[in-house]
């Protein structure tokens, strides 16, 4: 697991460095929000602990330039600031969650495995969650012995559940995330597309299926083990 850390407090970086380290995950600090953009738009990481008062460029600002750049990577925001209003826009800006400092080194790594959990697990080309893996590379997914490939669509579609299983991905974030901002996608495609991946989920006989919430979006619903 890799972490990046934008705080520009230098002891307070330096403490949730190590923080991380000690519970054997990767971390690279950055102190500014031009270094942290640079290292998140250039870097894969499982999560980003990202200050909001922030030289250079704020920390809403950072996450917002993120998602604008579809990097999903998931971000807890921290601040010194408690006001709900920062709450809001901590989590309109696309951030996955909040924490106020200073906060308990516990509570903070009870966030970050919570954050890095509702990621399919990553495994270098593949996303796996529940009994299917995502072959991102040949675009192919897979369940037990049985295989099917994926068109273009279909696999953008796929990835983004799987990437983000547990949370009810919304409909517009997948046309724009698939067909792009300006495209005249309509929910209708994303339907079709879901019915596809539906059909090719059951000809696997997978367990995990395609739920939906009506007129808000998809998620994956995955039994328990
Ligand atoms: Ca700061």
């Excluded at 697991?1 to 380290?21: N, W």
Aim: aromatic share 8%; net charge negative.
């Amino acid at each position: 697991m890799r972490i990046l850390i934008v705080e520009d407090e230098l002891h307070l970086a330096e403490a949730l460095g190590q923080i991380m380290t000690e519970q054997k995950y990767l971390a690279d600090v950055v102190h500014d929000g031009a270094d942290g953009l640079d290292y998140a738009l250039t870097e894969q990481y499982d999560a980003i602990l990202l200050d909001v008062m922030l030289p250079k460029i704020d920390g809403f600002e950072v996450a917002r330039r993120l998602r604008a750049a579809h990097i999903s990577t998931p971000i807890l925001m921290l601040t010194a600031r408690d006001e709900i209003n920062d709450k809001i826009s901590g989590l309109d800006c696309g951030a996955d969650d909040y924490m106020t400092k200073p906060f308990d080194p516990g509570e903070l790594l009870a966030r970050v495995r919570a954050l890095t959990r509702r990621q399919g697990e990553f495994i270098g080309n593949t996303i796996t969650v529940g009994d299917l893996t995502l072959r991102l590379d040949v675009r192919c997914l897979m369940c037990g012995d049985n295989m099917v490939r994926l068109g273009f669509k279909e696999f953008e579609v796929m990835r983004l559940l799987m990437a983000n299983y547990r949370a009810v991905v919304p409909k517009e974030d997948i046309i724009s995330r698939v067909w792009g901002l300006d495209s005249e996608a309509e929910d209708n495609n994303v339907e079709v597309y879901v019915s596809f991946l539906r059909k090719k989920l059951s000809f696997l006989h997978s367990g995990v299926s395609i739920g939906t919430v009506r007129k808000i979006g998809y998620f994956l619903e995955v039994p328990e083990l």
